[in-house]
C-alpha cells in the first residue's frame, strides 16, 4: 500500500498484513522490484510457453500470486505542479511515472495489477499512457468534468443522484453499485481463517 500519511487511516491488520509505502524514495523502490519480478515472471511464462498467469498457474505447481500495489491518493506523488521541484525530485517523478505506466500497460498479464485512487482527478494528473492502460474505472458521485475524466463519460454525473452514500459507477458494465461499510472487519477475517 503506498500511503502518504503514513497509513493513519489503516488499522493494525493492514500494518500486520501489508507492506506500507510512505515516502517517494520508498515508492520508486518498490516499484523497481516490481519492474524486476515482472522481468522474472515474464522469463518463466516464456519458458513454460504460456501466455499469462491463469496458464502459467494451470500448468505448474510453483504458483505464482497476485501482487497488488494499492496506491492511496495517487496526486499526493504524481503532482501537476512540477514547477517547484529540484532537479532530482522531478527525475524522480518521471522514474515513478515510467514504472507505474509499464506495470499499468504490461503487469496484469503477469499477475501485477494497481489500484490508483484520487479524490480529486485532473485530466493531467495520470498521464494517458497510464489511463489508457487501467481497464476498470469506477467513480462515485461526481461533476460532469469529474466524470469524464474517470469514465470517459458522463454517467456519474448523471446516474448517481446528489444525496447518495456510497454508490459508484464503472466504466464497464456502467450499472451502480453500492459499497458497504465494514466496522469489524478484523472479528471477521480472524473468525473466518482456514
Not at 527525475?91 to 480529486?120: C, D, P, Y
Not at 466524470?147 to 456510497?166: F, H, Q, T, V
Not at 453499485?177 to 466496522?183: N, R
Request: aromatic share 6%; hydrophobic share 35%; proline share 1%.
Amino acid at each position: 500500500i503506498a500511503d502518504f500519511k503514513n497509513a493513519i487511516d489503516y488499522e493494525k491488520i493492514w500494518h500486520d498484513k501489508c507492506k506500507i509505502v510512505s515516502t517517494k524514495n520508498d515508492l520508486l523502490m518498490v516499484l523497481d522490484n516490481l519492474i524486476e519480478e515482472y522481468d522474472i515472471r515474464v522469463q518463466e511464462l516464456i519458458k513454460f510457453g504460456v501466455n499469462n498467469i491463469d496458464n502459467y498457474n494451470k500448468k505448474t505447481t510453483n504458483k505464482m500470486k497476485h501482487i497488488i500495489l494499492a496506491f492511496d491518493e495517487v496526486a499526493e506523488v504524481l503532482t501537476t505542479d512540477k514547477k517547484h521541484l529540484s532537479k532530482e525530485e522531478k527525475e524522480q517523478l518521471e522514474k515513478i511515472e515510467r514504472n507505474i505506466e509499464k506495470i499499468a500497460r504490461l503487469g496484469r498479464m503477469v499477475g501485477i495489477h494497481l489500484l490508483l485512487s484520487t479524490q480529486r482527478p485532473s485530466a493531467d494528473l495520470i498521464s494517458g499512457q497510464i489511463r489508457t492502460n487501467i481497464g476498470y474505472r469506477i467513480c462515485f458521485r461526481a461533476d460532469e468534468i469529474l466524470s469524464n475524466i474517470i469514465l470517459d463519460n458522463n454517467d456519474a454525473a448523471e446516474k448517481i443522484p446528489k444525496n447518495a452514500r456510497g454508490l459508484y459507477i464503472s466504466n464497464v458494465n456502467k450499472t451502480l453499485a453500492q459499497c458497504y461499510w465494514i466496522d469489524d472487519y478484523e472479528k471477521i477475517l480472524n473468525n473466518n481463517k482456514h
